[in-house]
């Protein structure tokens, strides 16, 4: 086992009395107090997550946008300075997905990745062996153990006058203070199919500024209440709903231009779309309150398997168990009713479209 | 109340199970230590009253946010009642682990051997530390 790399803001999870877990290689909060009333203070008011765990990864120099548009699936080149191309993807020679990532315009020269925690040094590697391979010259700098990130999520965004910023979706502004704390980044982003913030400090800075953001009365949510949050807005987890092995088209993940020039998997891609796939991803909800479907389970129609969840659990908005899973491309007829193998038992659920939550 | 304590007026078994002897039927729950582990219970898959079971064999199944775990028969015998509150309020296992929180009733066919086989309360503390 190699050993767990501790989130910079461990220490204020374990001052909160955090139940500290794992995920994709580190050391993160898991529940403060209770997932349920975490995940529902988003959906009602304003939760406060530890997102340090996600990759950050610079890339600079005159080469970077070309390269950089060769490696993204959308276009690059049109980016402006200040804005996020979020989400989109960088894709393998056989267009899956080597990540699902963002991208901020820093400078001219100067881009922001940020990517799954999990391909954190897939991706440096991949961006390493691209650049020797098409002789682009960037310079790649992980800056991800020397900072912190912070997200602030919910319906009651308004509410917080310190972050009365006026930036739009997709945009970001840097090395600003709130309340006196400086950062390098906020953007108007997450993960949670609420309005919210991304913000980005050095590591003291962020565990100021996780203080200051607790006396504002903001609900300190942990990685559980998180995967709840993003399966409830159908957001696809990688490792979960997408892999090397899942291109965009059957995960109906629209994360790709296909106007711009060349891109790696482009060609892939376009071949796909003419031919059609074999399956796809769906939503199901439960329509028994008790079946709560789980990774792995078996998606049946009425005597045949024909898919199964690759994430599933219950969502305390709906009440109901929620899963996304992936299906024989003949059964994905969203409303139609299929069934769930959980423990050996089939329960009924219908066939649908992500989001389940609707703001 | 709530409490960290194991009570010492029953038996327990490595599973994280408690059995309390209420006259000849024995009232089944899970431990404070196991609701803790499984936080937020969300369902409970309760067994069919009626049913036979063995001593070790899985009867029931606790749903929580993190994930679902199976729930063993400490003992032989038939299952007599349910905690039909639990349908509503499967939370009820963490707030109250040892008595609103009761799983499940059995009629043992075989107290007098498989009882002494559970752990007491001093056992099973140096089980969870």
Redesign the interface.
């Known amino acids: 086992m190699t050993s767990l790399i501790p989130t910079p803001l461990k220490e204020v999870h374990v001052e909160l009395g955090a ?1 500290m877990g794992e995920f994709a290689g580190w050391e993160v909060a898991s ?1 403060y107090s ?3 009333e975490e995940s529902l203070a988003v959906r009602n008011d304003l939760g406060l997550f530890d997102v340090s765990h996600m990759g950050r990864i610079i890339v600079e120099g005159k080469n970077s946008q070309n390269f950089l548009d060769l490696i993204i699936t959308k276009n690059v080149k049109k980016l402006e300075r200040g804005k996020i191309i979020i989400p989109t993807a960088i894709l393998n020679e056989k267009a899956g997905f080597v990540d699902d990532v963002s991208l901020f315009r820093l400078e001219k020269e100067r881009f922001l990745i940020v990517c799954n925690a999990i391909n954190r040094i897939k991706v440096i590697n991949w961006l390493q062996s691209k650049s020797d391979e098409f002789g682009m010259e960037v310079l790649i700098d992980d800056i991800t153990l020397e900072t912190a990130m912070i997200a602030i999520q919910g319906r009651k965004i308004q509410r917080l006058s310190n972050l009365n910023y006026n930036i739009n979706r997709e945009s970001f502004i840097s090395n600003i203070s709130i309340s006196g704390i400086p950062i390098k980044l906020i953007s108007r982003s997450g993960w949670t199919g609420e309005d919210g913030f991304e913000i980005i400090t050095d590591i003291d800075n962020g565990k100021r500024l996780w203080r200051k953001l607790l006396d504002d009365k903001i609900k300190p949510c942990g990685i ?1 209440a998180r995967d ?1 949050l993003r399966l409830e807005a159908g957001f696809l987890l990688y490792g979960n709903e997408i892999s090397e092995n899942i291109n965009p088209i059957m995960a109906r993940y629209w994360i790709f231009s296909l106007k711009k020039d060349n891109y790696i998997g482009k060609e892939v891609l376009e071949k796909i779309l003419d031919e059609g796939v074999d399956e796809q991803r769906v939503g199901l909800i439960m329509k028994e ?2 079946a ?1 479907p ?1 990774h792995g389970n078996e998606i049946y129609s009425i005597k045949s398997k024909i898919g199964y969840i690759t994430s599933g ?2 969502s305390p908005s709906l009440d109901r168990g929620i899963a996304m899973g992936y299906i024989n491309s003949k059964h994905a007829l969203l409303g139609s009713t299929v069934y769930v193998k959980i ?1 050996d038992k089939l329960y009924e659920a219908k066939l649908t479209e992500p989001p389940f939550y609707k703001k | 109340m709530s409490s960290t304590k194991n009570p010492i007026d029953r038996k327990y078994t490595k599973d994280h199970e408690w059995a309390l002897r209420e006259g000849d039927i024995v009232v089944v729950g899970i431990t404070w230590y196991a609701q803790s582990k499984l936080k937020d219970i969300v369902f409970v898959d309760l067994p069919k009253v009626g049913k036979k079971v063995n001593k070790s064999e899985p009867v029931a199944v606790v749903e929580s946010v993190k994930t679902a775990s199976d729930v063993y028969s400490p003992l032989s015998g038939e299952i007599i009642e349910v905690n039909k509150e639990l349908e509503t309020s499967p939370e009820l296992i963490n707030k109250d682990p040892y008595n609103k929180g009761w799983i499940f009733k059995i009629k043992p066919s075989n107290l007098e051997k498989e009882w002494n086989e559970l752990l007491d309360a001093k056992d099973y503390e140096k089980l969870i530390q």
């Open positions: 139940e529940i209770n997932s349920i559980i709840i309150k008790g709560i789980r659990g219950y423990r």
